[in-house]
T-cell receptor, first 112, second 115 residues
């Protein structure tokens, strides 16, 4: 039972344009969402997070949007840079649990 | 800040060997540490959650006698893969969190190859 889903396994975007990565979840108990970036053979790097009491959080080029009614969140990267090429995972946690449930990841390729 | 160090980064060993992987939080005290496993082109699968000074909580399907976890201090957790076999070959990643409302920070992972 995949509680966090990233339906696009891959995405290609031109440098300078906006990258939009999507994530859907099914567990209404989730109240905190995170995005991580991962390069091969490395651990994930934390990018940005959002609490369920907000619908938007912005940090530099990265903005996360949360639509609780649709159980959907998205990560916007603008402008996209070649160094952004990596696999992006969304993750969620909820209630008293501190453990994260990860999505399956989206591979972003930023082309010149 | 929030640096997590994982060691070793790569291990190759013979079948039947036990392998210990260390995870350290370098600049914060980790109340909770997590151990994940990642298969190629798949997501991170949580294996267990460990809190300092108490027994680890294993996820369903993870053999606790196979994957021994010790969290002896607020900055160190270890995962020991006992009597490793080729099917245990994988990428193992730890993470640590200070307070609950903070994100988990990950180590760089350990590539384990059992011959």
């Amino acid at each position: 039972d995949q509680q966090v889903k990233q339906n696009s396994p891959s995405l290609s975007v031109q440098e300078g344009r906006i990258s939009i990565l999507n994530c859907d979840y099914t567990n209404s108990m989730f109240d905190y969402f995170l995005w991580y970036k991962k390069y091969p053979a490395e651990g994930p790097t934390f990018l940005i997070s959002i609490s369920s009491i907000k619908d938007k959080n912005e940090d530099g080029r990265f903005t996360v949007f949360l639509n609780k009614s649709a159980k959907h969140l998205s990560l916007h990267i603008v402008p996209s840079q070649p160094g952004d090429s990596a696999v992006y995972f969304c993750a969620a946690r909820g209630g008293t649990a501190s453990k994260l449930t990860f999505g399956t990841g989206t591979r972003l390729q930023v082309t010149l | 800040g929030a640096v997590v160090s994982q060691h070793p980064s790569w291990v190759i060993c013979k079948s039947g060997t036990s392998v210990k992987i260390e995870c350290r939080s370098l600049d914060f005290q980790a109340t909770t540490m997590f151990w994940y496993r990642q298969f190629p082109k798949q997501s991170l699968m949580l294996m267990a959650t460990s809190n300092e000074g108490s027994k680890a909580t294993y996820e369903q399907g993870v053999e606790k006698d196979k994957f021994l976890i010790n969290h002896a201090s607020l900055t160190l957790s270890t995962l020991t893969v006992t009597s490793a076999h080729p099917e245990d070959s994988s990428f193992y990643i730890c993470s640590a969190v200070g307070e609950r409302h903070q994100p988990q920070h990950f180590g760089d992972g350990t590539r384990l190859s059992i011959l």
